[in-house]
């Protein structure tokens, strides 16, 4: 577990991600904006994947093969 602090609203820590392994996300203060992008093929990813977009102020998943955008 590590813990993340931004500066600022606006700095966007982006298109993390892991082929094999979930990751889970909790809020200590405030609340986060997430995007998730579930990546079809890691050699060759289509360009136009859906992004799934939400906030949260909980504990929050990303699953196993997404790249993910996180901002406060």
């Given at each position: 577990?590590?813990?993340?602090?931004?500066?600022?609203?606006?700095?966007?820590?982006?298109?993390?991600?892991?082929?094999?392994?979930?990751?889970?996300?909790s809020t200590v203060i405030g609340k986060f904006k997430i995007d998730l992008i579930k990546i079809d093929?890691?050699?060759?990813?289509?360009?136009?994947?859906?992004?799934?977009?939400?906030?949260?102020?909980?504990?929050?998943?990303?699953?196993?093969?997404?790249?993910?955008?996180?901002?406060?």
């Open positions: 577990m590590y813990l993340i602090e931004n500066i600022d609203t606006k700095f966007i820590r982006c298109w993390q991600g892991h082929k094999k392994q979930q990751r889970w996300l093929n890691w050699d060759n990813p289509f360009k136009e994947l859906k992004k799934i977009t939400f906030e949260s102020s909980d504990v929050s998943h990303v699953p196993i093969g997404c790249v993910s955008s996180i901002q406060s």
